[in-house]
């Protein structure tokens, strides 16, 4: 299998991710206080958005370098 066609099949891959969960959520923590042996901290939810039209170009030019990786000359 030629290069272009693995990285293809990543794509689409990533391309499907992308629709399916549509941004990465990840948690901060962060100390709000500490006074000697007190400590305080917060957690948050953060998201990275990921717009769909980004997993659709995923998906589109995946396939295209499948197509092309896998033509015999």
Same mark, same amino acid.
């Given at each position: 299998?030629?290069?272009?066609?693995?990285?293809?099949?990543?794509?689409?891959?990533? %391309?499907?991710?992308?629709?399916?969960?549509?941004?990465?959520?990840?948690?901060?923590?962060?100390?709000?206080?500490?006074?000697?042996?007190?400590?305080?901290?917060?957690?948050?939810?953060?998201?990275?958005?990921?717009?769909?039209?980004?997993?659709?170009?995923?998906?589109?030019?995946?396939?295209?370098?499948?197509?092309? %990786?896998?033509?015999?000359?």
């Amino acid at each position: 299998m030629r290069a272009a066609a693995i990285v293809g099949i990543l794509l689409i891959l990533l %391309g499907v991710v992308s629709l399916a969960y549509q941004g990465i959520t990840y948690t901060e923590r962060e100390e709000v206080l500490d006074i000697g042996p007190i400590e305080a901290t917060t957690e948050t939810k953060k998201t990275i958005p990921l717009p769909p039209i980004f997993g659709g170009l995923a998906l589109a030019a995946g396939t295209v370098l499948v197509v092309v %990786g896998t033509k015999k000359h």
